[in-house]
C-alpha cells in the first residue's frame, strides 16, 4: 500500500511538472502544421494529474469523476493522434 501511493505520488508530481512544458510545446507550435498534435497535450496531462491525484492523497473519488477524467485524457489524446497520423501521411490542406 505505501509503495503504491509512494508512485501514485511519484506519478502525479512528474505529470504536474510536464504540464508547463506541454503549454509552451503547444503555444510555440501553434502556427507550425506539428502544433495540431501538441494542442491536446495538456489537456491529457491534466487529465491524468486528476486521475493519479486521489490515489497519491489517499482520498476517494466518485466513479463519475474517474470515468469523466478518464474519458476526457482518452478524446484528448485520440485527437492528438489523430492529428498525428494526417500530418504523416500528409493528407492536409495546403
Known amino acids: 500500500m505505501l509503495v503504491e501511493r509512494a508512485l ?3 506519478t502525479t508530481v512528474v ?6 512544458l506541454a503549454l509552451i510545446a503547444a503555444r510555440g507550435f ?3 502544421p506539428f ?5 491536446p497535450l495538456p489537456v491529457v496531462i491534466l487529465a491524468f494529474v486528476a486521475l493519479n491525484a486521489p490515489g497519491a492523497l489517499s482520498v476517494d473519488s466518485p466513479d ?3 470515468l ?3 474519458l476526457v485524457a482518452t478524446v484528448s489524446a485520440l485527437v492528438s493522434a489523430a ?3 494526417v500530418l504523416l501521411t500528409e493528407r492536409r490542406k495546403l
Open 8 to 10: 501514485a505520488l511519484a
Open 15 to 20: 505529470l504536474a511538472g510536464t504540464f508547463p
Open 30 to 32: 501553434r502556427d507550425a
Open 35 to 39: 502544433g495540431s498534435v501538441l494542442r
Open 64 to 66: 463519475a469523476v474517474r
Open 68 to 70: 469523466a477524467t478518464s
Open 83 to 85: 492529428h498525428a497520423v
